[in-house]
């Protein structure tokens, strides 16, 4: 099974509540057989291109993500 998140979000710079949080939260303690994909915001585009996919870590979970534009997330 595989979930796809979508929303104006950079895991790679921190975040403290609201939104960020769920998302990192839900990453986190997804089940291992849940494929998660993200699909956000590049907050630092030398850190992660734009329109290239990037797997990352959650703690134990990986999951894949896709920033599609150069933005600081509100």
Same mark, same amino acid.
């Given at each position: 099974?595989?979930? =796809?998140?979508?929303?104006q979000? *950079?895991?790679?710079? @921190?975040?403290? !509540?609201?939104? !960020?949080? /769920?998302?990192?939260? /839900? $990453?986190?303690?997804? @089940?291992? *057989?849940?494929e998660?994909?993200? =699909? !956000?915001v590049? &907050? +630092? @585009? +030398?850190?992660?291109?734009? !329109?290239?996919?990037?797997?990352?870590? &959650?703690?134990?979970?990986?999951? +894949? /993500?896709? @920033? $599609?534009?150069? &933005?600081?997330?509100?």
């Amino acid at each position: 099974m595989r979930v =796809i998140l979508v929303h104006q979000y *950079d895991p790679l710079i @921190p975040n403290v !509540g609201g939104i !960020g949080t /769920f998302l990192n939260t /839900f $990453i986190k303690y997804s @089940p291992k *057989d849940l494929e998660v994909k993200l =699909i !956000g915001v590049s &907050a +630092e @585009p +030398e850190k992660c291109l734009v !329109g290239e996919w990037r797997r990352l870590k &959650a703690e134990e979970k990986e999951y +894949e /993500f896709l @920033p $599609i534009v150069e &933005a600081h997330p509100i």
